[in-house]
């Protein structure tokens, strides 16, 4: 009898570790699949990416590919940059600074570039910011600039 209870006790723990083997890769085979579904849709996605471009070079071996290069002066591109720069600067100040009450602005200092608050050093600038029709923003801010420099 003791041995049939001893059998009985070893059957039982077998058929436990059993269990807990059978949910262990039947979690691993869930983890699998998703890699798969992941794998095989990132792979369904290069192809189609591949594809795509594929009709892209053939459409530009047929059609030809153009490229114009265009001979710009450094330096006048750097002048058009900085022109730019200078009136995108103006235009932050006047929608997040100025009607905002001074938002960016400590001690005559602006937050958002570290430097002295250009409304400080030049308190009539915001006066030409605005789209001109001709598209010359540019260069009537810079020769707005340039007259009060001279003055």
Known sequence: MRHCGSLQVRC?????????????????????????????????????????????????????????????APDADADLLERSLHAADLVICQTGCVTQGSFWRVEDHCKRTGKTCMLVEQPDAL???????????????????HEKETS
Do not use: C, N, Y
């Open 12 to 72: 039982t723990d077998e058929i436990e570790a059993q269990e807990r083997e059978i949910k262990r890769l039947q979690a691993e085979l869930l983890r699998v699949r998703a890699q798969v579904i992941v794998r095989d849709s990132a792979l369904a996605w290069e192809r189609e990416e591949r594809l795509k471009l594929q009709a892209t070079l053939a459409s530009w071996q047929v059609h030809g590919a153009m490229f114009e290069p265009q001979d710009t």
């Open 127 to 145: 006066r030409i910011v605005r789209i001109h029709p001709s598209g010359k923003t540019e260069q009537l801010a810079s020769a707005s600039w």
